[in-house]
């Protein structure tokens, strides 16, 4: 009976060891890493990066960084690249010489159903070195637009790598969105988009929003359902998601998330900036000082809570409206 007795007593103990080691983990990975966010996005919009644009010295500086972080969460690669790189050759508008670049993409596989794929992006160009007369900085860092962004996704693959994922995440840094969405546009003609049930997209998340703190604005609300389930998702948590408040902007297809959004993914991009009085806007005074960290953790931190049913399989948002809206 004395060793039945010890059997269930040391049984009991092992169990509540691994819930407690299970409690520990969870509340371990809730929050997003303000000191790492930091860091990826001092990197990213640093004088070092050249401004990154497409086809420079400075964007493939920004590419290693994002492939180094890949390869340190361990994602895979995507499809069947060699390497998280996806390089395209291109002709910009206006321009007489080709441009070579890459896009760089990572994948979370799926537990349950990995054949679903939510894609998870930013665009990581900007608009590189510029010389203006009487204006002494020739740099422009890109630092909300869309650095920003890029640590967004770099910190959402560390959050669902420790967290898990029942669908399969598709992490994607963008190149040449400022030249026309042309990396975006690349990656979404080589896709089955009948397998892709979502699109989050992260531009300009570094600044208050008009709508005030612990809120972000979602484009082409009324498109799908998805901004309904994001603000489902994040009652109680003290942050919300309103639609985009600029209608005259057309934004909904100005960014990375247009190129799925025309295969009819619902594909939507997340902001927090105020577009209309931004004065940083493409210039070179956006740097990584102008923005608010706080403002950004606590941002990715929501679009992780408030796409966490989708991400695990539990919400499927509704296909996207294609028809391009006249202003």
Known sequence: MKKILVLLAVSMMIVSCNNDTKKSNESKVVEIDSITVRKHLYTLASDEME????????????????????????????????????????????????????????VLEGKSKKDEIVIISAHYDHLGIRSKEGVLDSIYNGANDDASGVTGVLALAEYFKKVGNERTIVF???????????????????????????????????KTPSFGPNTAWLTGFDRSDFGKIIQKNLIGTGYQLFPDPYKNYNLFFRSDNASLARLGVPSHTFSTSPIDTDKDYHQASDEAETLNMTVITQTIQAVAKGTKSIIDGTDTPTRVVLEEKKK
Request: hydrophobic share 35%; charged share 25%.
């Open 51 to 106: 401004g990154r644009r497409a086809g420079t010295a400075g964007i493939e500086k920004a590419a290693q960084y994002i492939e180094s972080e890949f390869k340190r969460m361990g994602l895979k690669t995507y499809q069947d690249l060699p390497t998280y790189r996806q390089t395209l050759t291109f002709l910009p508008r206006r321009a007489k010489d080709s441009i070579t670049s890459s896009n760089i993409i990572g």
């Open 172 to 206: 994607a840094a963008f190149t040449a969105e400022e030249m026309g969405l042309i990396g975006s546009t690349y990656f979404g003609k080589g896709i089955d988009a009948s397998k892709y049930v979502a699109g989050i997209n992260l531009e300009m998340i570094g």
